[in-house]
Structure formats: structure tokens, C-alpha cells
Nanobody, 121 residues
Framework: VQLQASGGGLVQAGGSLRLSCAAS????????MGWYRQAPGEERELVAS???????NYADSEKGRFTIFRDNAKNTVYLQMNSLKPEDTAVYYC????????????????WGQGTQVTVSS
């Protein structure tokens, strides 16, 4: 299973970006997909997650600004980020957990390669 993230970049404060992360491999389904971020000198933190059924969970600082959604048929998760702030600057990582595979049952805890988001003031 591989996760390929895209959509990061440089944006001015108040702007928007949409991140995408596509999972590939021998996948039957993915229970939970999500986005984490890590700023320089900081620990990686949850931004948002979504279950296969569509239940979402957001960090408090992102509620109302960010929206996570997924396309189960494409094994892809998205993060729509609006009203971006300089403090949102970080490397954003997508995550997949409890992946049902075609060949080896369930597998856990996959990470994408990270995509840089930079918000200028």
C-alpha cells in the first residue's frame, strides 16, 4: 500500500488550498484516512480524519476552516483548507489505518510522503 499526497504549495494568508492523497495497492477498503501536519520543531499533530462511513474528526483549531472528505471508490482523501493562516504552515502528511487488503488481511498505519504548505502573511 502506498499513499501519494499532492496539492501543497505557497499561498497568502486568507487563501485556500486543497490537498489530495490517493492510496494504491492491493486494497479492498480503508477504515480511516486522515491528515496530520508537522511544523518545524513541533510534533506531528492530527488535522482531521474521516472514516469509511463519513464520520469526521477535526482538531479544534481547524474546525470551520478545513473540510475533510473522501472518495471510497478511488481510495482518495481530500483536505479543503480555507482561510489559511501563517500558523498553518507545515508539512502535511496523509495517513491510512486499518487497510483491508486483497492478499494479507488487515494492515495498519500507512503514511504518505508529506506535502509542504506555506502560508505567507
Amino acid at each position: 500500500v502506498q499513499l501519494q499526497a499532492s496539492g501543497g504549495g505557497l499561498v497568502q494568508a486568507g487563501g485556500s488550498l486543497r490537498l489530495s492523497c490517493a492510496a494504491s495497492g492491493s486494497i479492498r477498503s480503508i477504515a480511516v484516512m486522515g491528515w496530520y501536519r508537522q511544523a518545524p520543531g513541533e510534533e506531528r499533530e492530527l488535522v482531521a480524519s474521516i472514516t469509511r462511513g463519513g464520520s469526521t474528526n477535526y482538531a479544534d483549531s481547524e474546525k470551520g476552516r478545513f473540510t475533510i472528505f473522501r472518495d471510497n471508490a478511488k481510495n482518495t482523501v481530500y483536505l479543503q483548507m480555507n482561510s489559511l493562516k501563517p500558523e498553518d504552515t507545515a508539512v502535511y502528511y496523509c495517513h491510512a489505518d486499518r487497510v483491508a487488503t486483497m492478499t494479507s488481511g488487515f494492515e495498519y498505519d500507512y503514511w504518505g510522503q508529506g506535502t509542504q504548505v506555506t502560508v505567507s502573511s
